[in-house]
């Protein structure tokens, strides 16, 4: 997707909820699970970054933010993990590559850290213990979260009402949706 239409979603993000107005005409796919952990700003649009971290492999993680593009969100499939897959460390890579933000489909550590950052982060819950390395995750890797299938690639909207990915392969769909949306906001219809 172009940078237009990253800055188009940007400044949708102002006009009020985004997240839903994309859900309701199928633009893009609800993550519907709740996010106990909100850290940063409410609000982020970028490209994705993911990874599957598989039972918990945090090497493939930072291999992943080390790779983050300024813009990029980082997205990890870590739901069957025991321990953090994200924490200060990491945090600290993806802030110093301009990531605008992170969700992590499993467990983080080191919060007050992350806070500091101000990066933004959205995940299942916090944990101290790290999880372990055991070379089960994958770089690139299309991940699953709430049954919504997430690529590198794909765009990712988050607001005060949840998170939504918009399919690459929606890039049609989304320049009429931000057409119709601007035309709105302007009072055209």
Do not use: Y
């Not at 985004?18 to 633009?27: I, K, N, Q």
């Not at 460390?89 to 301009?98: P, Q, W």
């Not at 990066?119 to 979260?145: E, W």
């Amino acid at each position: 997707m172009s940078c237009q239409v990253l800055q188009e979603l940007n400044l949708l993000l102002g006009t009020g909820d985004l997240t839903c107005e994309l859900s309701d005409h199928g633009v893009g796919k609800a993550l519907v699970s709740q996010w106990p952990i909100q850290l940063g700003t409410e609000t982020f649009v970028g490209v994705a970054r993911t990874v599957d971290a598989g039972q918990g492999d945090v090497p493939s993680v930072k291999a992943t933010a080390s790779q983050l593009a300024k813009g990029e969100v980082l997205i990890v499939n870590a739901i069957s993990a025991p321990g953090a897959v994200f924490g200060g460390n990491l945090a600290t890579i993806a802030t110093e590559r301009g990531a605008v933000g992170v969700v992590v489909d499993g467990l983080v550590r080191d919060v007050p850290q992350i806070r500091r950052l101000g990066l933004t982060v959205r995940a299942r819950g916090a944990v101290p213990n790290r999880s372990v390395a055991d070379g089960s995750g994958v770089v690139g890797a299309q991940v699953h979260i709430d049954g919504v299938a997430v690529v590198s690639g794909d765009i990712v909207v988050a607001d005060g009402s949840g998170i939504v990915v918009i399919p690459a392969t929606h890039k049609s769909e989304l320049e009429q949706f931000i057409v119709q949306a601007r035309s709105t906001s302007r009072g055209e219809e």
